[in-house]
């Protein structure tokens, strides 16, 4: 019976998608296309502060190298900073903002990565073994002594339960 159903099933597959017949109503819709908005945002009406700054440590015996420069007209503010990474590395970042593009930085490495060999771990003793609060014990009793003496007898001599018969 499955292969009847099977049969019927390529039949009716193969009439409905004869040529003679339209599409389906739904599939030839028209692609809609969108312009792009129009910026929800317009020009400051007022300048910014012209700004320049610079500072710069770089202290060799305590490992220490970083940086910081910027600039500004206004309008864009351009700058560096420089940072000594835990792994060796220098990081550089130059960046440019302003009020349409917004923050874009550019970010490089100097140096290469140095990773010290992991050693075990060894944990260091937080306390030494505890100082023995008491001493040994002293002995809190004596020998006892019997509280009792030689028992008293609770019972008689015995008397015989049997006699010699009488002939």
């Excluded at 600039?71 to 060796?88: A, F, I, K, M």
């Excluded at 003793?125 to 009792?148: D, F, M, N, R």
């Amino acid at each position: 019976m499955s292969a009847k159903v099977a049969i019927l099933s390529i039949l009716v597959a193969v009439v409905t998608a004869g040529p003679d017949r339209p599409a389906p109503a739904g599939y030839n819709y028209p692609v809609p296309s969108y312009p792009a908005p129009a910026p929800a945002y317009k020009a400051p009406e007022h300048k910014g502060m012209p700004f320049d700054f610079e500072y710069a440590v770089k202290d060799d015996y305590k490992g220490l190298d970083f940086g910081h420069n910027s600039n500004s007209d206004g309008n864009l503010v351009t700058g560096e900073y420089r940072v000594l990474l835990p792994d060796g590395r220098t990081q550089i970042v130059t960046y440019t903002a302003d009020h349409y593009k917004g923050y874009q930085a550019e970010v490089k490495y100097e140096g290469e990565a140095k990773y010290p060999e992991p050693k075990p771990y060894k944990p260091a003793p937080s306390y030494g073994p505890p100082a023995p609060a008491y001493g040994p014990p002293a002995p809190a009793y004596k020998a006892p002594k019997p509280s009792y003496g030689t028992p008293a007898p609770t019972y008689e001599e015995p008397k015989s339960l049997y006699f010699a018969p009488e002939y």
